[in-house]
């Protein structure tokens, strides 16, 4: 209900300039009739989730923590602000012990029940220098269940971004190569072809939590390639919840059926009917026809005369 929703103070806490921005992109939501939005974080543990929704939100909102104990359950924080209502859902890692946490997916789908995810924010750290089959999973397991169709709402985004990449690999260059590892796990994870992905990729978008991030002249938080990283996020939050693919509602059957991608498959058996009704019967009975009709050459008559003399 509307009016238990808090106030969406955080943004006061915002430098002046990147005020101005997240509200010039919330009028252009309403602009479109945009007026909630629902953004879901997910990834695997001390990624920088957590730190990341307060970040967006603009207070400390959902707890942090150094060490990988999250608990299992998500959390959603709701503020709204100008007749605008933000909704960002913080979840437990993915991983543990080396695997899919089921028992942290399965209360994320039931959390989920009913919810509409207009915006995924799959996240990761820039500063991690391999992709393993271990984020395949994580990217397998959220396509297995919402469907492919939630990468089209997707956005990768890279913590810890405020670093000297190591060689001495200028800054772009560091952050280009690592998308890059990571958005072919993200494709091959989700089993996303090129035609999968409308339009143009999934995007990257670089983040940094610490409290001593950088700021420019308008104290706004800056990356090391100068970026007011705050607005930049929302804007390409903004980007993604227009571009006109439809937001995942999670209902029942998506939580509870086979797998959605998998979905296609419940209908082979029924397929086996009618095709057996519609093409096999059809055709056997046309060859019963044709064998009836047939006149028997000589020698088969000849031959079965043979066959029956002998035995
Ligand atoms: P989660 O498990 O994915 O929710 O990760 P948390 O948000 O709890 O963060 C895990 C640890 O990483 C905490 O100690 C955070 O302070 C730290 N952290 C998160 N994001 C950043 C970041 O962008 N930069 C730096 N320097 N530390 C971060
Ligand atoms: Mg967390």
């Known amino acids: 209900m509307a009016s238990q929703i808090r106030e969406w103070s955080g943004i006061n806490t915002f430098a002046p300039a990147t005020q101005t921005k997240l509200f010039e992109l919330l009028g252009k939501l309403k602009q479109e009739d945009v007026n909630t939005l629902t953004i879901l974080v997910m990834g695997k543990g001390g990624v920088g989730k957590s730190s990341t ?6 207070e ?8 990988q104990s999250e608990g299992t359950r998500p959390v959603m924080v709701s503020r709204s602000r100008a007749g605008f209502t933000l909704n960002v859902i913080d979840t437990p890692g993915l991983i543990e012990g080396g695997y899919i946490n089921d ?3 399965d209360n994320i789908k039931r959390f989920l029940l009913n919810k509409t995810i207009d915006v995924l ?7 991690a220098y391999r992709v393993d089959n271990l984020d395949r999973e994580v990217v397998k397991a ?5 469907g492919k169709g939630i990468w089209n709402k997707a956005l990768v985004v890279l913590t810890h971004a405020q670093l000297a990449p190591p060689d001495g690999l200028p800054y772009d260059e560091f952050f280009s190569k690592r998308s890059e590892a990571l ?7 989700a089993g996303l072809k090129k035609a999968d992905v409308q339009g143009s990729a999934i995007p990257v978008v670089l983040v940094e939590n610490s409290g001593r991030c950088n700021k420019n002249e308008a104290d706004e938080k800056v ?7 705050i607005p930049h996020l929302v804007q390409v939050i903004t980007d993604i919840a227009l571009n006109g693919s439809k937001s995942i509602f999670v209902d029942k059957a998506l939580i509870e059926g086979p797998n959605p991608n998998d979905r296609g498959k419940l209908l082979i058996p029924l397929i086996l009917v009618i095709q057996y009704f519609f093409a096999i019967k059809p055709i056997e ?8 009709k047939e006149s028997r050459p000589s020698w088969e008559l000849r031959d079965s005369d043979k066959f029956s003399r002998k035995f």
Do not use: C, E, H, Q
């Not at 990356?223 to 990283?229: D, F, Q, R, S, T």
């Not at 009975?285 to 009836?292: G, P, S």
């Open 53 to 58: 929704v307060n970040s967006i939100i603009g």
């Open 285 to 292: 009975r046309a060859i019963r026809n044709d064998i009836a």
């Open 183 to 189: 958005l072919k796990a993200v494709r091959l994870g």
């Open 121 to 127: 924010l799959y996240v990761d750290r820039l500063d």
């Open 103 to 105: 028992v942290a997916l």
């Open 223 to 229: 990356l090391p390639n100068g970026i007011a990283w």
């Open 60 to 67: 400390r909102a959902v707890s942090i923590s150094p060490f």
């Open 142 to 146: 959220i396509t297995g269940s919402f």
